[in-house]
C-alpha cells in the first residue's frame, strides 16, 4: 500500500490533475504517516516512519490524541484494526472490475454490525459506500 501511494508526494505528474487530486496530494504531503511492515527496508517520504508490529494499543492512544480525520489503508492492517476494535467508520470503494481474487477487503471471523451513512454511483459505476460500525462483538 506504502508503495501505491507514495506517488502523492511528488508534483511532477498532479500538476495537469483535477483539482481534486492537487488538494488530496497536498493532504497527503501534510499528513503523518506510519507504514507498518516487517519488509520494507526504509521510506522515502516525509513526515513517515515504519512501524515492524502493529500495536493495537498504541493505535488505540493515537485514536485519542489525533483529530478525527484518521485513517487505515491496506487489507491486512485494516483487518487487524476491525479485529481489536479500532474502527468507527467504514469506506468501501465497489468497482465494477471482476479479477477473481486478491485479499479481502473485509477481515474474515470478524462480525460487525455496519449503518449506512453515504452512498453514492458515479459515472464509471464505482459505487462509494460508507459506513458506521455499530457494535463490537
Not at 24 to 51: F, P
Not at 120 to 128: D, I, L, Q, S
Request: glycine share 10%; with cysteine; proline share 5%.
Amino acid at each position: 500500500m506504502y508503495d501505491t501511494m507514495r506517488v502523492w508526494e511528488s508534483d511532477d505528474w498532479v500538476a495537469d490533475q483535477p483539482a481534486v487530486a492537487r488538494e488530496y496530494a497536498g493532504i497527503w504531503r501534510d499528513t503523518d504517516k506510519i507504514v507498518y511492515s516487517t519488509t520494507l527496508a526504509g521510506v522515502s517520504t516525509a513526515r513517515t516512519r515504519i512501524e515492524r508490529t502493529f500495536d493495537p494499543e498504541a493505535v488505540r492512544r493515537l485514536k485519542e490524541t489525533s483529530g478525527p480525520d484518521l485513517s487505515i489503508g491496506g487489507a491486512g492492517i485494516a483487518a487487524e484494526a476491525f479485529r481489536h476494535g479500532l474502527v468507527d467508520e467504514c469506506v468501501l470503494l465497489l468497482c465494477p472490475v471482476l479479477v477473481g481474487g486478491g485479499k479481502p477487503a473485509l477481515p474474515r471471523g470478524v462480525r460487525l454490525d455496519l449503518e449506512l451513512l453515504d452512498h453514492r454511483p458515479f459515472g464509471n459505476g464505482v459505487v462509494y459506500l460508507r459506513h458506521a460500525v455499530r457494535n463490537r462483538t
